[in-house]
């Protein structure tokens, strides 16, 4: 298994890495509710926690809030796609687990190897029946080379269904989308009423390459309403300790 790369601080990237392609000084920065103009985003995590696909899940349904709010009610079902490989690290997605404006529209498809699972989710982007289409590909499949990414993109944006790619245990290689994610668990707030139930969904989501936003880190939640987003500050401890009583001239 393919070692999960850990998200890197942004103070620590190249400066040609700062800022996202064909973004300038007056690109606005990331916020829920824009990914409706990526219609094919990647999202690489790790597959002992099943944060990869809680995001993409929390981020389609943010895009489809924005829908709504444009009265478009879309009540279309929805596509998940996993390989045998995704399948068996992040195990089946769990019907009483999803929102419930999510849990009957489920189409799920269990694919043998990486090449079909491509195939499916190909498919599933050219069906204007579906309203928007989830995959789990673990590693880096040889089939999954950038002419299938492009191929992937091309697909989405021609027929308008966006694509929510969760890469398991995949180090970052290239690849066609619009948006390109680091997602890792972070401390959920404290619950309000129960202090031993536990917290809503929270993500620390690196933004890591983006067409038109700057990239970026955020502390993103899912309380079932909206997605909120706070920006993430790295805590990179005392930077001066304490002298105490010793002279600052005794070795």
Same mark, same amino acid.
């Given at each position: 298994?393919?070692?999960?790369?850990?998200?890197?601080?942004?103070?620590?990237?190249?400066?040609?890495?700062?800022?996202?392609?064909?973004?300038?000084?007056?690109?606005? !920065?990331?916020?829920?509710?824009?990914?409706?103009?990526?219609? *094919?985003?990647?999202?690489?995590?790790?597959?002992?926690?099943?944060?990869?696909?809680?995001?993409?899940?929390?981020?389609? !349904?943010?895009?489809?809030?924005?829908?709504?709010?444009?009265?478009?009610?879309?009540?279309?079902?929805?596509?998940?796609?996993?390989?045998?490989?995704?399948?068996?690290?992040?195990? !089946?997605?769990?019907?009483?687990?999803?929102?419930?404006?999510?849990? *009957?529209?489920?189409?799920?498809?269990?694919?043998?190897?990486?090449?079909?699972?491509?195939?499916?989710?190909?498919?599933?982007?050219?069906?204007?029946?579906?309203?928007?289409?989830?995959?789990?590909?673990?590693?880096?499949?040889?089939?999954?080379?950038?002419?299938?990414?492009?191929?992937?993109?091309?697909?989405?944006?021609?027929?308008?269904?966006?694509?929510?790619?969760?890469?398991?245990?995949?180090?970052?290689?290239?690849?066609?989308?619009?948006?390109?994610?680091?997602?890792?668990?972070?401390?959920?707030?404290?619950?309000?009423?129960?202090?031993?139930?536990?917290?809503?969904?929270?993500?620390?989501?690196?933004?890591?390459?983006? *067409?038109?936003?700057?990239?970026?880190?955020?502390?993103?939640?899912?309380?079932?309403?909206?997605?909120?987003?706070?920006?993430?500050?790295?805590?990179?401890?005392?930077?001066?300790?304490?002298?105490?009583?010793?002279?600052?001239?005794?070795?």
């Amino acid at each position: 298994m393919i070692e999960h790369a850990p998200i890197r601080d942004p103070v620590a990237l190249a400066p040609g890495l700062v800022r996202g392609i064909g973004a300038s000084d007056r690109t606005h !920065r990331w916020t829920p509710g824009l990914a409706l103009d990526c219609p *094919h985003v990647e999202l690489f995590a790790s597959a002992r926690d099943a944060c990869g696909a809680g995001m993409a899940l929390a981020l389609a !349904r943010d895009a489809l809030r924005q829908q709504r709010a444009a009265e478009l009610h879309d009540r279309r079902p929805f596509l998940w796609v996993q390989d045998k490989a995704a399948l068996r690290l992040s195990g !089946r997605p769990y019907l009483p687990g999803l929102a419930a404006d999510l849990r *009957h529209r489920l189409v799920h498809v269990a694919a043998a190897t990486p090449e079909d699972a491509l195939f499916a989710l190909e498919e599933g982007l050219r069906c204007h029946d579906m309203a928007f289409v989830i995959g789990e590909i673990a590693g880096n499949p040889r089939a999954l080379d950038f002419t299938a990414s492009r191929r992937l993109s091309l697909a989405a944006e021609k027929h308008g269904v966006p694509l929510w790619l969760v890469r398991l245990d995949a180090r970052r290689d290239l690849g066609a989308a619009r948006m390109r994610w680091e997602i890792a668990p972070a401390p959920s707030p404290r619950p309000r009423w129960n202090a031993h139930a536990p917290g809503i969904a929270t993500w620390r989501a690196d933004l890591f390459r983006a *067409h038109t936003f700057h990239p970026g880190q955020w502390i993103l939640r899912d309380d079932d309403a909206l997605l909120v987003a706070e920006p993430f500050t790295p805590d990179h401890g005392d930077l001066v300790h304490e002298s105490g009583d010793r002279s600052l001239a005794t070795g």
